[in-house]
């Protein structure tokens, strides 16, 4: 069994960066961050595959995001920069049982509760 933990959202003006941390407990393979804002469906943001040689974004946070992980801390991160309002979401962290990253929801195997990001405008 793997528990994740997040932390690190908070309130930030447009602009502005935060860095998110998952924090594991048991085993991880390949990663991701995905979120979901108020009244949507929960969305793909980023992955990582388990050696950190491989990463995948979606395309409104190619170029602004950037997903690594410290196997030794057995931590993922999720380094967010030029934040705009849309970003604002609760973010999960999420964890799957194989090596490689994957788009989609339903390849992860644990999910983490989540930390609320706020971007103001």
């Known amino acids: 069994q793997v528990q994740l933990v997040e932390s690190g959202g908070g309130l930030v003006q447009a602009g502005g960066s935060l860095r998110l941390s998952c924090a594991a407990s048991g085993r991880t393979y390949a990663m991701g961050w995905f979120r979901q804002a108020p009244g949507k469906e929960r969305e793909f943001v980023a992955a990582i595959s388990w050696s950190g040689g491989s990463t995948y974004y979606a395309g409104s946070v190619k170029g602004r995001f950037t997903i690594s992980r410290d196997n030794a801390k057995n931590t993922m991160y999720l380094q967010m920069n030029s934040l705009k309002p849309e970003d604002t979401a609760v973010y999960y962290c999420?964890?799957?049982?194989?090596?490689?990253?994957?788009?989609?929801?339903?390849?992860?195997?644990?999910w983490g509760q989540g930390t609320q990001v706020t971007v103001s405008s």
């Open positions: 999420a964890s799957r049982k194989l090596y490689s990253g994957t788009y989609y929801e339903y390849d992860y195997d644990y």
